[in-house]
Structures are given as C-alpha cells and as structure tokens.
C-alpha cells in the first residue's frame, strides 16, 4: 500500500469519525440544518473559509494561473473582493430573517408556495453545477494520486446513463461524499470544514514557503521569472493580461470579445458568492447577527491570505514545470507521458511532488504529494458535504414542508420525516452531480466551470431577490419568482448553447461567450423589477408591502430572530 493511499484513508477516516460523531447529534430539524445554532462566530468563519476554498480554489485558480499567468489571478481577486457585499449587505440581516434556508427570507413576505418552490429550484441548480465542478476535481485527484485504484475501478465499472459514461473514480468520491452529509448533517459539515480549512492553509504555508525558498526568498527574482515564461498562442509572459482572453482578436456585438469576457467574469466572481445557499446557510448557525459579522470577517481574513498564497503557487508551477508538465502521469524528469494531455487541476499536486523532492528527496516527493492531495481530498469533501446540504434544504425544508405537505395537503409533518426526506434528496442530487461531472469530463478546470455556471446562477437569480426582499418595499412575489426562475433557466440555456462545458463542445455557439454573466445578471435583475411590475398591476400580492416594514426592523436589529434553542 502506497503512502499516497495511506495518506487518502486516513482523511477518509477522520471525516467518517466525525460524521458518526455528529450523527448522534443530528436528530432534531435544528441540529440537522443549524448544528444547533450553537457554532460561535469563529468557528463558523473557520467553516465559512473551509466551505468556500473549494477545489476551485485550491486546484482550479493555481492551475489557471500556471497555464494563464496574470489572467488566473482574477479569480482570486475577485472572489475574494465578493465578501465585501456578504458583509455589508447580507451576513446579519440573513441571520435574523431566516431560519434554515434563504427561501425563509424570501418567504417572509411573499405567498410562500411559489417562492419556496421557485427558490428550491435555484438552489438545486447552483448546488448540482458547484458540486459537478468538485466531483471533477476529485476524479482528477484519484487518476494522479492512486492510478491503481482508478485502473481497477474501470476494469468493473461500468455504467452509461443517458448516452454519457459515468467516470469510475468521480462515481467512487461522489458516493463517499454523500454519506457525510446523510449521516451527519450540519455538525458533521461544520466540523469537517473547520479542520479542512486549518489543513489547507497548513498546505498553502507549506508549498509557499518552498516556492520562496527556491528563489531565496527574493520576490523580485521570483517574478523575474515569471516574466520569463512565455505563451507560446500569444507570445505574451506571464505577467501580462491577455493569454486567457486574447486581446484584439475577435469581437462581439462590436466589443472585443476579451474585454466582455473578462467583465462578464468579473461580474459573476463579485456579484456570485452573496446568493450561494450552501455559504447562506451557513450564517444560520450562529446565535445572533453579531456572530454572523464576525464569522465573515474571519473568513474574509483566512479566504485573503490563501488567495495571496496562490499566486507563489500558480506562478511556482508555471516556472517550476511549465504548464506542458503538468498532467496526470509523469515519467522521469518530471515529464509528462506520452500522449497525456496537461490538466491544469494538477498544478499544485505537481508542484508539490516537484518541490519535495528538490529539497528532502524521491520519498519527500512522495510524502509531500500524498500530502497536499490529501489535503484537496478534503477541502472538495468539505465543500460537497456544504453544498449537498444546502440541496437538500431546498426540497425537503422549502418544497417538500413547507409547499407540498403544509400549503397543498394542509398536513403535519415530524423533524424524524423531515430529516429522511433531506437524506434522500441529499442522495439524488450527488447522483445528478455525478452524472454532470462525467457528462463535461474530467479535464475542464473546476474554477472556472464554478464560476461560469454557479456564480453566474447564484448572481442572477438568487441575489436580486435577497436584495430586494431585504431593501425595497414594492418587492413582491411575482419579482422573486421572476427572478428566481428566469434567471436560473436563462442561465443554463446560455451555457448549453454557448462554447463552454459540454463534451462534445460545440461547435457552432449560439452564445459567444464563455462567461454569460454579463448577459444572465442584468436580466434576471430586470426580470426582479419587471415582474413586481407586472404584480403590482394584477394586484396578486397584497402583503409584501404591509410585512416590509417587519422585515426591515428585524433585519437590522434582530428583534424576533430565531432563537438559539436551550439545552435540555
């Protein structure tokens, strides 16, 4: 049994003792969706950073620094500059109008059938295409870190689901990864992104440290030498801005494609983390909004100096490597092996067995490796467990409950059948994630399908209507539904017809774009405003107006929050 192996069950098995742990503790609605509402306010910016450094974090924007240059350090910059709309717009008044989920905001005022149900259908999409993303940075992790197990997998394994055959290794994370979340609930999630984030910051240090100790801690050399690689497609180094978007090349409804690009990215990277549920929900376990404040200011500050760490890490690989060395099996000399493609995920895996064998030899390069995948193992775990959760509130909490069983059958229902209708859907929705994740392959770089599919949904259907619910009085049920709905569908249809994340690729797009932000944003604000319009006019919503005033006091002062239940 190899060290790398080794390393990977024994992740596995932490995780798995916390999650029986926790399950103990998960029995009631509360302890499932809000661990209790007994987290403290750093603990949960702790699991706030563990849930948001994800696999496109920590894979995807130092891989696209290490094949992109200057251009990948944008994702970092812009999603870390996004937690200044979580703090000054969302964190405390989410906190003291919710309960477990965002469609207990946006409900508040609204007829809550076709807002609970409109928001339950947003939050599956943005959980299942952020999920996808991960599930493919796990696979990619199997294929270079265990290519035994991997090879094995396919020698039984089988399966083809809708014309599209699931990848063995991503089937096998996909299937763990539920189990977290169906046995252990919120606790288990909180406690597994907690000890994932003081991993990974321990392993950014870690792989910064060697980087800098590679140039002599000399800044000015090391981006010397980053300068000094150069894009063979543009001729341009790396410290300059144009090799993800080329400049100058093509235009678009008379705009250079490149400029539209990259503020559709910036719009999506901004905009997107203030209306993702799984980071939503996590301001509800927390006693007060207080807490909430604090945790996004903890996070703010750990999320900061990973993102500062990924340029010595991106930048490290590119010139330590090159981006044509970085693939999922390497021969002799740190090459790739004949007739592998460059997966650009892999950049920090590589860079790490690259770096530890410079200074402590081939088995400190083993360790080294098994290391720091372990440590993607678990920040993709973390963000899986996050966002199969937030998943599955949204159909058993917001659809299931509070629609179907309490508006339409005008029936009761127990925490015990709560609970298991969460567990099941938590199920589903990892089997949707799986089948999505071999349907756009194992290659595509996680950071940026998160930020070309979630964000850009999180950003045009769920924050028109968070906002709107929160600030303005006119605000009604037909503008939430409009925007929940409209801007969820509007953006998967510009995905699906665009050049982005589907295998085959097309072709022939229908949508020029790789991001669609620029497009999916402002309309689904426009369908916010057109839609409470088009209420007001039908008369269809008489009490959003008369309970805004409600929700405004309560947002801003906490008064009749959610309280923080009493033990025994």
Known sequence: MNLTLVLFLIVVGITLVITGWAARRARTTVQFWAAGRGI?????????????????SFLGIAGLIAFNGYDGFMYSVGWLVAYLTVLFLIAEPMRNTGKYTMADVLSYRMSPVPVRSAAAFSTVAVSASYMMAQMIGAGSLIKILIPSLDTSLKGWFNFTIFGTKLDPSITLVGVLMMVYVIAGGMVATTWVQII????LMGGAVILSFLVLLHFGFNLGGFFDAASGVKDKATGLNFTQPGILYPYGKTQVWGIDKALLENVSLGMALILGTAGLPHILMRFFTVPNGKAARQSVAWAMGLIGSFYIMTTFLGFGAAILLGKGNICASVTTGFKCASGLKPNNNLSIPRLADYLGTEFFGTTGGEFLLAFIAAVAFATILAVVAGLTLAAAGAFSHDFYVNVVRTQIFHGQVSEGEQ?????????????????????????????????????????AANLPAILFTLFWKRFNTWGAVGSLVGGTVLTIWLVAVGPGWTLPANAHPAFPLQNVGIVAIPVGFALAIVGTFIGDLVKADKLSEVKFHEIDVRAQTGIGAEPVPVAG
Do not use: C, E, P
């Open 196 to 199: 994932k984030a003081v991993i």
């Open 419 to 459: 609970v298991l209708v969460a567990r099941i859907t938590a199920g589903l929705v990892g089997l949707l994630s799986i089948w999505l994740a071999a349907r756009v392959g194992a290659t595509a770089n996680v950071a940026a399908l998160v930020a070309g599919v979630a964000f850009v949904i999180a950003s």
């Open 40 to 56: 403290k306010g750093w603990q949960n910016g702790l699991a706030i950073a563990g849930d948001y450094m994800s696999a496109a």
